[in-house]
């Protein structure tokens, strides 16, 4: 086991992007309390970039913190908001969940039978962000479609593979939990919508491997 010089170890920071949806606030709560009960010596807390409180500028303050960007690529939030947050503290942000090869693993378990494969993301205009999709997608050999915006929208890629052929068409959720986004792909004509990521335990263990990676370091010993 680590030592660390005040016998104590850093607070895991979970940090979420936050969502209006009360099934989604659950999930992510759920999550954040099956890492607490996987490691008890640790302090974990729950915060937000978005739309729910407390936010991560605030929740970090005072703390010894690792924090953790419960997000699946280096948008935005990690680069700007979690960085941010980060720097005018005493704290360091371990890396996004995403992308990595156990998300795709639990994409791929979950795909099933199908002809083809959509996979499905929020939506940025960031180019960071686009590439960790186009990077997963090539992974599963899937169509990369966007849950927003103007462009690749989920149904339209969805019917166009209809057009082409397929016949049985899998989206794959590269969501980590329920909101508007996930609901919407119930609609886009697809046969199967794979659950939300946090639904997998690997997931916890995910969470933890991104903190440890960290903590392991000098400045915490």
Known sequence: MTEYLDGRPPVLLAVAHGTRSAAGQAQIRDLVDRVACRRPELDVRLAYVDVQQPRVGEAIQGLDAVVVPLLLSAGYHVRVDIAEAVAANTAAAAAPLGPDPVLTGSLRSRIGDADAVVLAAAG??????????????????????????????????????????????????????????????????????????????????????????????????
């Open 124 to 221: 940025s205009s960031d180019p960071a962000w686009r590439a960790d999709i186009a990077a997963v997608a090539a992974e599963l050999g899937a169509h990369v479609a966007y849950a927003s915006g103007t462009e690749l929208r989920v149904p339209d890629v969805v019917a166009r593979l209809r057009e082409q052929g397929a016949r049985r068409i899998t989206v794959a959720a590269y969501l980590l939990a329920e909101g508007l986004f996930y609901r919407s792909l119930h609609r886009a004509g697809a046969d199967r919508v794979t659950p939300p990521l946090c639904a997998d335990p690997a997931v916890v263990e995910l969470v933890l491997a991104r903190y440890d990676h960290l903590t392991m370091a000098p400045s915490h010993l």
